[in-house]
């Protein structure tokens, strides 16, 4: 009964603040997953690079939303030009639905003038989602007083049903050596995604992210090949996004003291509100190490803040970034991407 009073309350206060509608998994660490952010950055760590995404999200609920995303890019300096694969898998445990995507990346770097570099990117992806109906609960069954279900609602479908589609998605980026700033479009060709014999276009997400990088005094000399000295500096960043009737805005800051990074991060818009409720969503912790020169790992922490608080568990996050190949030789006048480590 407990469970099921909270998955009640759960789904009236989705309904109380937006209009439901199909909308992309996100991820805390947006930076770790370069190319799910914008096809721009495939190649952008100049040689070749892997990476796995794992999130869970409000794990104290009976079923929670886990998204994992995994990555490899390689970028090509005689072509200027970065290739990549990526694969996106999401689970929502209330609907028994799955979304999967595989998808094909490319990416050119232009050098606009001295210390300033344009990279743009396309991505056509493939997307299979499973949705299993029997398990859907329509709020004529829910008894709320009582906290029961009441059998069957009078809704007739399939045991299950899926659905597969194309799409395109483009971007690109802006950066100099302390600063950059994006711009990404998913879902360029808006498919159809319904599962019955209807239209359900699936909105185009837009994503503008930009930051600055503000170093402080080098630290001791490293005995590596990939740095002269230990860096330290802070990192801050926004990255808003809108698709559909959605909207979302994360900002934050990473104070990196090689090989250790610490950040702290808000998401929500607080001066906007629906229904009078102000949309304040989480509050993130994240702590990372650079294992070595190649490997990177973090681990994040969202600390729900609006109605939901106490109720969800929050949302756990990891992230591992492997680089490996021939660095490509630089000079003092390269312009290398200041973006997060993590």
Same mark, same amino acid.
């Given at each position: 009964?407990?469970?099921?009073?909270?998955? %009640?309350?759960?789904?009236?206060?989705?309904l109380?603040?937006?209009?439901?509608?199909?909308?992309d998994?996100?991820?805390?660490?947006?930076?770790a997953?370069?190319?799910?952010?914008?096809p721009?950055?495939?190649?952008?760590?100049?040689?070749?690079?892997?990476?796995?995404?794992?999130?869970?999200?409000?794990?104290?609920?009976? !079923?929670?939303?886990?998204? =994992?995303?995994?990555?490899?890019?390689?970028?090509?300096?005689?072509?200027?030009?970065?290739?990549?694969?990526?694969f996106?898998?999401?689970?929502?445990?209330?609907?028994?639905?799955?979304?999967?995507?595989?998808?094909?990346?490319?990416?050119?770097?232009?050098e606009?003038?001295?210390?300033?570099?344009?990279?743009?990117?396309?991505?056509?992806?493939?997307?299979?989602?499973?949705?299993?109906?029997?398990?859907?609960?329509?709020g004529?069954?829910?008894?709320?007083?009582?906290?029961?279900?009441?059998?069957?609602?009078?809704?007739?479908?399939?045991?299950?049903?899926?659905?597969?589609?194309?799409?395109?998605?483009?971007?690109?980026?802006?950066?100099? @050596?302390?600063?950059?700033?994006?711009f990404?479009?998913? !879902?360029?060709?808006?498919?159809?995604?319904?599962?019955?014999d209807?239209?359900?276009?699936?909105?185009?997400?837009?994503?503008?992210?930009?930051?600055?990088?503000?170093?402080?005094?080098?630290?001791?000399?490293?005995?590596?090949? %990939?740095?002269?000295?230990?860096?330290?500096?802070?990192?801050?960043?926004?990255?808003?996004?809108?698709?559909?009737?959605?909207?979302?805005?994360?900002?934050?800051?990473?104070?990196?003291?090689?090989?250790?990074?610490?950040?702290?991060?808000?998401?929500?818009?607080?001066?906007?509100?629906?229904?009078?409720?102000?949309?304040?969503?989480?509050?993130?912790?994240?702590?990372?190490?650079?294992?070595? %020169? @190649?490997?990177?790992?973090?681990?994040s922490?969202?600390? =729900?803040?609006?109605?939901?608080?106490?109720? =969800?568990?929050?949302?756990?996050?990891?992230?591992?970034?492997?680089?490996?190949?021939?660095?490509?030789?630089? =000079?003092?006048?390269?312009?290398?991407?200041?973006?997060?480590?993590?």
């Open positions: 009964m407990k469970r099921l009073l909270l998955a %009640a309350t759960f789904i009236i206060a989705l109380d603040a937006v209009e439901l509608k199909a909308q998994p996100q991820f805390s660490q947006f930076y997953s370069p190319l799910y952010l914008n721009a950055l495939t190649g952008s760590a100049d040689r070749g690079r892997v990476g796995v995404n794992y999130r869970n999200q409000w794990p104290s609920l009976s !079923h929670s939303f886990t998204t =994992t995303s995994a990555y490899l890019d390689y970028f090509s300096k005689a072509a200027e030009s970065g290739v990549g694969i990526i996106n898998e999401h689970r929502e445990g209330f609907l028994d639905f799955r979304s999967t995507e595989i998808g094909g990346l490319y990416s050119y770097k232009l606009v003038s001295s210390g300033l570099i344009l990279r743009t990117g396309v991505q056509l992806s493939y997307f299979q989602k499973d949705l299993n109906f029997e398990d859907l609960v329509f004529n069954q829910i008894d709320i007083v009582n906290g029961q279900v009441y059998g069957p609602s009078g809704e007739v479908f399939e045991k299950g049903a899926k659905v597969d589609f194309m799409s395109a998605s483009a971007g690109a980026l802006l950066y100099t @050596n302390l600063a950059w700033i994006g990404s479009t998913h !879902h360029i060709n808006e498919p159809n995604q319904s599962f019955i209807q239209e359900s276009r699936l909105s185009r997400k837009y994503s503008i992210h930009a930051g600055y990088k503000l170093m402080f005094a080098k630290g001791r000399r490293l005995r590596t090949v %990939a740095y002269q000295f230990q860096e330290r500096s802070a990192t801050f960043a926004v990255n808003y996004k809108k698709q559909g009737g959605f909207n979302q805005l994360d900002a934050g800051v990473q104070l990196y003291f090689q090989p250790l990074v610490i950040g702290g991060w808000y998401r929500g818009i607080p001066i906007q509100s629906v229904n009078k409720v102000f949309k304040n969503e989480s509050i993130i912790a994240l702590v990372g190490l650079e294992l070595n %020169a @190649n490997l990177s790992f973090a681990y922490y969202d600390f =729900t803040v609006s109605r939901l608080a106490g109720a =969800t568990g929050g949302a756990h996050e990891f992230s591992l970034t492997l680089n490996f190949g021939k660095v490509v030789k630089r =000079t003092r006048r390269d312009t290398i991407l200041p973006c997060f480590k993590y």
